[in-house]
């Protein structure tokens, strides 16, 4: 089965073996740091950060890649947005009509719509490289520091996990009941978005009834099992920060220090 | 005539480096008048041969004929397809209107709608006073199928598939479906996947058997001294009257015809000891 | 006939054990509330389940099957009567914990049992939840992989397995909490027929280990190889007793609404012709010996 945007690609690699809270953190700072660069120069070393990043997870670039393709659109958008003007502009470069290409609007395109894909492509490394169980376990862990505000932690990585779990599940359900519904003469592909909006109703409904049946069944069977809530529960597998982990985490905090400076 | 699968290879993602081959070379007929059953251990190839058979797919090789025509037979409302749990499928606010969103969509004329509606419906033994006006999801599992079931009737598809039809239903639910298609079966060509041969062997004209995505073997209802055996070979989940005459026919040299049902069976095996008496 | 109660009876009376390891009905009703009033689910059933006995409950949908079940294991309480495992009442919600450690159950959807991402951390929920320590979890993931034929599927994501092998998951991760009875209700009800065959291959090991089994299924086969065979209708108990006399008996079988496995009418047909065969075979192989003679 073709593996969805973001799937864990089972191999190994320096990167899959990192604890998955190094990814989370780094990609958190990753994303901070993107937001807060504001020149191309920038945007470049991140770029390359990225592209290191992804050679050295040994994963191959088609799949890293992949997520791009799901925001072209967003992408195309922005280009466009930024690029195009009304009448006269700073930097014209070419005349279309009305409407003129800038070439000052078209760098600052480029510079938010590859920001757009790089914070695509070095978030969707922590998925690629981390299977669905650590990251809920990371997660929780990281966020274990926020029990203390009384908020229910366990409780939510288990509901993290109990969603991660069942993403296939559910697009596999509704392949078959598009497929059954088609079997019925429906149609997903004609008519204005209006049109193509209501064709989703007899797919939506019965998904939406199923997502109640299970939960209500899925539930009684963890309580069958002794699920009664999060604190108390003790855990399967391990997973502890190395020395690797604190080395590589500092290496990158560092770095970004030293880009702050410099850029 | 007759809705046929003529050499069909199916694969799916062909072409990328996730290509898996799920059907091989099939050639299948399902002709009206005629149940044939389509047995085989699950992942050898049933439901994709039903997909294909109702033109959701096509094949990446073969054809798939409709009376001669190679015309995606489900779109078009002459091939019906019940999917397996097919209850869980129904989506709208009653039961009429979920049963008539089938020929909606098909184009009939909105005057013929209610009466097909209340035809098909009666062809599932649930009755339109009763049923007509409720929720689907406020039926039981055995009347939701049935709904599931009128709603490509109400197509009047020339030609019925059905994956697993009883799957998940208790004694009185399986003897319903058992009676629909038994009543279906005069003008209807029906093709039923199962990997439970025993509840539908009475009705079956013919037995295809599919494995590892190949057609291992067709038998006829009457005549299948050698092709019996074949069935043995696969694993499939072979009913315990014809297990018992297998067993028989390594003890003797008598050739019986092997019946399905336990009368003939019995005299069957009886014919087999007293052969070696 | 002098099962393993009977036995577990005599040794407890040596050893001065509690003797009351069981689960008992003792005349238990349970009500659903429904629009129109409530809905009498189970009226003044009276059951025991000793370990090491295998119980068959049949019934149509809608017979108390399913809620017999879950009574079972705290997960409903009697309206009426009790219900006791070890002695323990389910009503007893400080013991409700105990219990479900105790009685584990098997429901008929694959999917809506399994919770984790990856097989072992499934099986692992149960132990998880009993805060056992990492090294004994691991333990009993590896000891309940290994009964369901799961071994070296630890990595697995659960929808890369086929029904019969999720099916088999949701069984493991009952047995990794090493309950003294499983119940299992419609397990096989969606599975293919080889799935099934493991699926009850399991339970019948289960059996074997002095695990008590209550499998509630609607296919009267799969109720010959119990100890005894309970039926249900309408919420009330219509049968308890030994297989053979149920399947023996046309006129209850109808009235129940129930058909004797093929094997059994296969048998009853050889026998109108003569032959000397048992009333209720064991198994097709036993049949055509029997045949032979």
Not at chain 3, 101 to 124: H, K, L, M
């Amino acid at each position: 089965m073709r593996p969805a945007f973001g799937q864990y690609v089972p191999i190994s690699s320096p990167v899959h073996s990192l604890d998955a809270r190094t990814k989370m953190l780094i990609a958190l700072g990753f994303t901070v740091a993107l937001f807060l660069l504001g020149s191309l120069a920038g945007l470049a070393v991140a770029a390359v950060a990225v592209i290191a990043c992804i050679r050295v997870a040994r994963v191959p670039y088609r799949v890293a890649l992949r997520g791009v393709r799901a925001v072209a659109l967003i992408l195309a958008v922005t280009l466009i947005a930024h690029a195009l003007r009304w009448g006269s502009a700073p930097l014209p470069l070419l005349r279309i009509g009305p409407l003129t290409v800038d070439g000052r609007g078209l760098l600052e395109g480029v510079f938010f719509a590859g920001r757009i894909v790089l914070l695509v492509v070095g978030t969707s490394l922590v998925t690629l490289t981390t299977t669905p169980v650590d990251i809920a376990d990371g997660l929780e862990r990281l966020m274990s520091p926020l029990k203390i505000l009384r908020i229910p932690v366990e409780d939510l990585a288990m509901m993290l996990t109990i969603a991660l779990r069942f993403i296939p599940t559910t697009a596999t359900e509704a392949e078959r009941v598009v497929l059954a519904q088609r079997a019925r003469g429906a149609r997903f592909d004609s008519g204005g978005p209006i049109r193509r909006t209501r064709a989703y109703v007899p797919v939506l409904v019965p998904l939406f009834v199923n997502l109640f049946r299970r939960a209500e069944e899925l539930s009684t069977a963890m309580e069958a099992r002794g699920y009664r809530g999060g604190p108390g529960r003790t855990r399967l597998r391990e997973s502890r920060m190395r020395t690797v982990d604190w080395v590589v985490l500092s290496l990158f905090v560092a770095a970004l220090a030293a880009l702050a400076m410099v850029l | 005539m007759g809705l046929t699968a003529e050499n069909v290879t199916y694969v799916y993602d062909a072409g990328t480096a996730f290509a898996v081959p799920a059907l091989t070379d099939a050639d299948v007929r399902v002709e009206a008048g005629r149940l044939t059953l389509i047995v085989g251990p699950s992942g050898s190839g049933k439901s994709t041969l039903l997909a294909l058979l109702g033109g959701l797919i096509s094949p990446t090789s073969g054809r798939v004929l409709v009376d001669g025509l190679e015309t995606p037979g489900a779109l078009h409302g002459v091939v019906g397809l019940v999917f397996q749990d097919p209850e869980s499928q129904l989506f709208a606010d009653t039961v009429r209107d979920d049963v008539a969103f089938g020929p909606k969509n098909l184009g009939a004329p909105d005057t013929e709608i209610p009466a097909r509606v209340e035809e098909s419906l009666e062809a599932v033994g649930l009755s339109s006073a009763a049923f007509g006006s409720r929720s689907p999801f406020t039926l039981s599992g055995g009347e939701a199928r049935r709904v599931a079931i009128a709603g490509v009737l109400a197509m009047r598809p020339r030609y019925l598939l059905l994956d697993e039809p009883t799957a998940g239903l208790d004694a009185d639910g399986r003897e319903a479906v058992r009676t629909i298609l038994g009543e279906m079966k005069g003008r209807t060509g029906i093709a039923v996947v199962t990997h439970d041969p025993e509840e539908f062997l009475p009705l079956a004209d013919e037995v295809v058997a599919i494995a590892n995505g190949r057609v291992a073997g067709t038998l006829l209802a009457e005549e299948f001294q050698r092709d019996a055996s074949l069935l043995a070979g696969l694993g499939v989940g072979l009913p315990d009257i014809v297990r018992a005459q297998l067993l028989a026919l390594e003890r003797t040299s008598a050739r019986v015809p092997l019946a399905f049902d336990p009368e003939a069976a019995a005299a069957a095996l009886i014919a087999m000891r007293d052969a070696t008496r | 006939m002098a099962g393993p109660s009977a036995r577990a009876q005599a040794e407890a009376a040596v050893f001065g054990v509690s003797s009351s390891q069981m689960i008992e009905f003792r005349d238990t009703s349970f009500s659903y509330p429904s629009p129109d009033g409530s809905r009498l689910a189970l009226s003044g059933v009276s059951l025991s389940l000793s370990p090491g006995e295998t119980v068959a409950v049949l019934g149509r949908n809608g017979s108390g099957k399913s809620t017999l079940a879950k009574l079972s294991d705290a997960l409903l309480l009697p309206s009426a009567g009790q219900v006791l495992v070890d002695d323990m009442d389910t009503r007893d919600q400080a013991k409700t914990w105990d219990i479900r450690a105790r009685v584990g159950i098997v429901f008929q959807n694959p999917d809506n049992q399994i919770v984790g991402t990856s097989v072992e951390e499934d099986a692992a929920f149960g132990p998880e939840n009993l805060g056992l320590p990492r090294e004994e979890i691991r333990r009993r993931v590896d000891e309940a992989l290994a009964a369901v034929g799961l071994a070296g599927m630890e990595r697995r994501e659960p929808h890369t397995l086929s029904e019969g092998q999720k099916q088999r998951l949701a069984v493991a991760g009952v047995l990794a909490l090493r309950p003294a009875y499983i119940v299992a209700d419609e397990p096989t009800a969606l599975l293919d027929h080889d799935s099934r065959a493991a699926v009850v291959a399991i339970l019948v090991e289960q059996a074997r280990r002095g695990v008590g089994v209550v499998h509630v299924t609607h296919d009267p086969a799969q109720a010959l190889a119990a100890d005894r065979v309970v039926v249900l209708e309408r919420g009330q108990l219509a049968f308890s007793g030994a297989p053979e006399a149920l399947f023996a008996d046309d006129a209850l079988l109808t009235a129940l609404g129930l058909q004797p496995p093929p094997l059994v009418r296969l048998a009853a047909a050889l026998r109108a012709r003569g032959a000397d065969v048992p009333v209720v075979p064991s198994n097709v192989e036993g049949l055509v010996a029997a045949l032979w003679g």
